[in-house]
């Protein structure tokens, strides 16, 4: 197995094929160069628990990328964001960004999220197909999450459009140069963008995420202005691009599987499992990384320190091992051992993982109750993204 197994056309459509064949292969398999890839559940698990195994950005670029790889724009500002840390910085700004994403932050949301959902909802015309893509799924969250960040919603999908393209960044297999190029020149515009974000903010500070970032100060030591706005591009792409991968796999999902979507209707009280069901089944991040900050062993295998371990949540949420008749999807199962792995364990746990829950519970109970006779014209020619982490197709057409 090799990384560019994981960046051919056949895993795009559908990777799941390919993990049955690496789960099949051990509890830690050679993909690259000083680099394994980890599919069994127990495995992942014990990757993200052993603290021993953390965050080493820059080496993860260099090894798919060469010498050249960590002067790249797109990858300096990732490698000052949260999701790439270590103790113990990583643990002050956590704390401080929970009070942002605690439940009861979270619930303080649901109102306005309930009334953004039902708005776009209501405004899906009657007489003609439209996109649940562009017209619902990614409007949702990027309405949200400006409205978390106090950035004019007027700029949503400008915004979102450069976060797509820097979020080629983040795959796993590297990027040739073209979208490199574009990853980099996303990354630019949005930083300069949301430097004038963190001006205004010192004018006028308010209660915002980008203000409470700003806020981090324990005995002078405070954020630079590069980590300020690093952070603020990353909550910005994963406070949209997830979540609205997500609730489109979860409508695909379920309309694949007309007994499961018929269950649902006919017992809404099951919304909250069929979100987690939906999660485990076709998660919208596949995959993510973790380096040995000191050797250690995972499952019997010696891990060197250094080594790259790409950990393969898709892989992990369909294992046998953990889940019965894991190729299908139950709203109901009653084998879960807690929310599916694609939000991670551990300390590296999605800080947004209740916010996005909430999201997609959300937009799904306002399809169900605002237009219940849904089609989905084209489950058969479903064309998804090109990449290998980020899990979602490109659009989704419909008729109420």
């Not at 080493?56 to 300096?76: D, I, K, N, T, W």
């Not at 974000?197 to 700003?214: C, E, F, H, K, Q």
């Not at 694949?256 to 006919?266: D, G, H, M, S, V």
């Not at 009653?334 to 551990?346: I, K, N, Q, Y």
Request: proline content about 6%.
């Amino acid at each position: 197995m090799k990384y560019s197994d994981l960046a051919s056309t056949e895993f795009y459509q559908n990777p799941y094929p390919l993990y049955e064949r690496l789960r099949q292969a051990g509890p830690l398999v050679q993909i690259a160069p000083n680099t394994l890839i980890a599919g069994r559940y127990e495995s992942v698990r014990a990757v993200l628990a052993d603290k021993k195994m953390g965050k080493a950005y820059m080496l993860a670029v260099q090894s798919r990328y060469g010498e050249s790889g960590p002067r790249q724009p797109a990858f300096q500002m990732l490698s000052r964001v949260l999701l790439m840390m270590n103790p113990p910085t990583h643990t002050r700004l956590r704390a401080l960004l929970m009070k942002a994403f605690n439940s009861k932050q979270v619930e303080l949301m649901r109102e306005t999220i309930e009334a953004v959902a039902d708005e776009l909802v209501d405004a899906l015309p009657s007489d003609k197909p439209f996109d649940l893509v562009s017209d619902f799924a990614v409007p949702m969250p990027l309405r949200i999450i400006c409205r978390m960040m106090d950035v004019p919603l007027a700029d949503a999908s400008m915004l979102g459009a450069e976060t797509e393209r820097f979020a080629q960044a983040l795959e796993a297999a590297p990027l040739n140069a073209e979208q490199l190029e574009r990853a980099n020149a996303a990354t630019q515009n949005m930083a300069a963008y949301f430097r004038d974000v963190v001006a205004a903010r010192r004018r006028r500070p308010g209660t915002d995420l980008i203000s409470m970032l700003m806020s981090v100060n324990e005995n002078g030591d405070a954020f630079t202005e590069d980590e300020i706005v690093s952070n603020a591009i990353l909550m910005f792409a994963a406070g949209h691009e997830t979540t609205a991968n997500m609730i489109g796999n979860a409508l695909i999902a379920l309309h694949r599987n007309p007994e499961e979507l018929a269950k649902l209707r006919a017992q809404p009280e099951l919304l909250s499992d069929a979100v987690t069901e939906c999660i485990r089944y076709d998660g919208s991040i596949q995959a993510i990384q973790r380096v040995a900050l000191e050797d250690t062993e995972i499952a019997g295998t010696p891990i060197p320190r250094g080594t790259i371990v790409m950990l393969s949540l898709g892989a992990a949420n369909r294992d046998p091992a953990q889940y019965k008749d894991a190729d299908r999807l139950v709203i109901d199962r009653s084998d879960h051992p807690g929310l599916p792995l694609t939000f991670a364990a551990g300390i590296h746990y999605c800080l947004g993982a209740r916010l996005a829950i909430l999201q997609v519970e959300t937009a799904l109970s306002a399809l169900l109750r605002k237009a219940p006779q849904l089609q989905l014209l084209n489950l058969n020619e479903l064309c998804w993204h090109q990449r290998n982490v980020l899990h979602g197709v490109t659009s989704l057409i419909g008729t109420r």
